[in-house]
């Protein structure tokens, strides 16, 4: 975990308030949703943290940030699947997934999301879900990640560009994992993700050129050090 002096500095930088002064540039609606689902998001991973001892909301902050100031991103839509992206997979806020078959599950999770964001940003959350092994349905990883990919594979233009973006953080916070789980995920990003994300019929280009490219960036950085 970072020293206190360092998570200060952090905190100081990134925090509600820069959340609140970045959506300032959508309408009274759309910023009421946004911080809806930065609030659910925060609540749902309290208890998370990552390897690297960071509390695991910063995960989906960054994800967001990516979006906002690297990309330009100003859909509200894409913004909210940015902050909500891991909740459905990771936590039991929306229905919890180890407790019921995959199926009863998401569609669960799909009515509870739509109530809160419409149907579409919900069917797009839970495509970037990645199935839970549950003993009924789901019996193996295997048989998760073979689901999981095909459904990125049907998924909309606006998932799949937070799937790039949430790629590109988990790629830049690599340094905090063991040597071995990031050579795994350097070939996973390498052998799936990339051709995925290079061969989809892109509704953004541009953020998908962007993020592609700081992918491969990063990938190489990686490589090398």
Known sequence: ??????????????????????????????????????????????????????????????????????????????????????????TAIFGNPTKMPYSLWQEKARKRLAMNFGNTVANDVLSLAEPTVEGIE?????????????????????????KMADRLHNLRTLKAVSAEKRINKIKETEDIYLPLFASSSMEFPETRDILLSNIQKVITELKSS
Not at 6 to 15: F, K, W
Not at 27 to 41: F, K, N, R
Not at 147 to 162: P, Q
Request: glycine letters at 2%; hydrophobic letters at 35%; proline letters at 3%.
């Open 138 to 162: 789901i019996t193996s990883k295997n048989k998760s990640e073979e689901i999981y990919h095909v459904k990125l594979k049907s998924a909309s233009s606006r998932a799949l560009v937070v």
């Open 1 to 90: 975990m970072p020293p206190p002096s360092e998570r200060s500095v952090r905190q100081q930088i990134e925090d509600y308030s820069s959340f609140r002064r970045r959506i300032e540039v959508f309408s009274g609606e759309e910023q009421d949703a946004l911080d809806w689902a930065y609030q659910i998001a925060k609540s749902a991973h309290r208890s998370q943290v990552r390897q690297s001892g960071e509390r695991y909301f910063e995960h989906p902050r960054a994800v967001f940030n990516i979006l906002f100031d690297e990309c330009a991103v100003r859909d509200s839509g894409i913004l909210i699947i940015a902050l909500l992206h891991d909740v459905c997979e990771d």
